[in-house]
């Protein structure tokens, strides 16, 4: 699980560094699919990751509102705060916790319960699925996208005969 949120931050902070050479107009541009473009997509992963997480752990989530982070240093500031409560959640996983439930209200006003080793594989699932969104915009921008692939990363320590 760890591996995977690790490898997923990696990523994000590739694709902060990879739109620093965009203009703030390609950056807001609204694209078809996804939530409507490049950096609100970048806002609504980090969005999503920490209001999972909050929920999980009992503490109240807020919506944010994109209009106030509509600028990459915005955006990159937003997510570090909110990396300070996901991290260490996600570091302190254990085998344990898979099968703590989440329960929410729906908006039918019927309650829904999810358990928190799915909800975790959900919150991975949905920003691979959004980088990938992101990989098709970057080649319509005429950019090569910073690279996906899990292997060379670094992410495993301590393999035998790894280096």
């Known amino acids: 699980m760890q591996t995977f949120f690790r490898y997923n931050w990696m990523v994000r902070e590739e694709w902060y560094k990879w739109c620093e050479d965009l203009t703030e107009e390609e950056l807001l541009k609204p694209r078809v699919g996804g939530v409507g473009g490049i950096l609100k997509t970048l806002f609504h992963i980090a969005d999503v990751e920490w209001s999972w997480t909050m929920g999980m752990v009992g503490k109240p989530d807020f919506q944010e509102d994109f209009a106030e982070f509509s600028s990459l240093e915005k955006v990159r500031e937003l997510d570090a705060r909110f990396r300070l409560e996901v991290e260490p959640f996600v570091l302190s996983w254990n ?13 039918d006003g019927s309650m829904a319960a ?14 691979i699925h959004h980088i990938g969104q992101l990989s098709v915009w970057a080649r319509e921008v005429g ?12 992410l495993v320590d301590n393999l035998p005969g790894k280096v």
């Not at 085998?95 to 908006?107: A, I, K, S």
């Open 95 to 107: 085998e344990g916790m898979e099968r703590n439930v989440f329960t929410e209200q729906q908006p």
């Open 114 to 127: 999810n358990a928190w080793g799915e909800i975790m594989r959900h919150m991975i699932a949905h920003e």
């Open 143 to 154: 950019k090569k996208p910073p690279s996906a692939n899990v292997i060379g990363k670094g």
